[in-house]
């Protein structure tokens, strides 16, 4: 059963920080190749912000500016966990954040592609 549950979200100012959690079934966690985290905000593109390759760890992050530095994805592989790490927080980073398994990663975030996903965690961060 494809099962991905967002939590984790909130409200901060900005510079705060929040931690993201992503629980996945065991199917869903251990069938897909890259679990990510992508975002989007109304009336702006889904943007990706962070990708996991479940089986070996190694990290993937867009070359996006604004990003760079600030958020850090990790798993616990036992748990089938995925966390997303946001530090420094801007008001821009308010979105919707999103679990997903990841089918492409390509260098721009508006372009990855994205199997299942799921209910989302809203991320308020207000000046």
């Known amino acids: 059963q494809v099962q991905l549950e967002e939590s984790g979200g909130g409200s901060v100012q900005a510079g705060g920080s929040l931690r993201l959690s992503c629980k996945a079934s065991?199917?869903?966690?251990?069938?897909?190749?890259?679990i990510g985290w992508f975002r989007q905000a109304p009336g702006k593109e889904r943007e990706g912000v962070a990708a996991?390759?479940?089986?070996?760890?190694?990290?993937?992050?867009p070359e996006t500016d604004s990003l760079k530095g600030r958020f850090t994805i990790s798993q616990d592989n036992a748990k089938n966990i995925v966390y997303l790490q946001m530090n420094s927080l801007k008001p821009e980073d308010t979105a919707m954040y999103y679990c997903?398994?990841?089918?492409?990663?390509?260098?721009?975030?508006?372009?990855?592609?994205?199997?299942?996903w799921g209910q989302g965690t809203q991320v308020t961060v207000s000046s």
């Open positions: 065991t199917y869903t966690y251990s069938s897909a190749t890259y």
């Open positions: 996991i390759h479940t089986g070996g760890g190694s990290t993937y992050y």
């Open positions: 997903a398994t990841v089918k492409h990663l390509t260098w721009d975030p508006t372009l990855w592609e994205y199997r299942y």
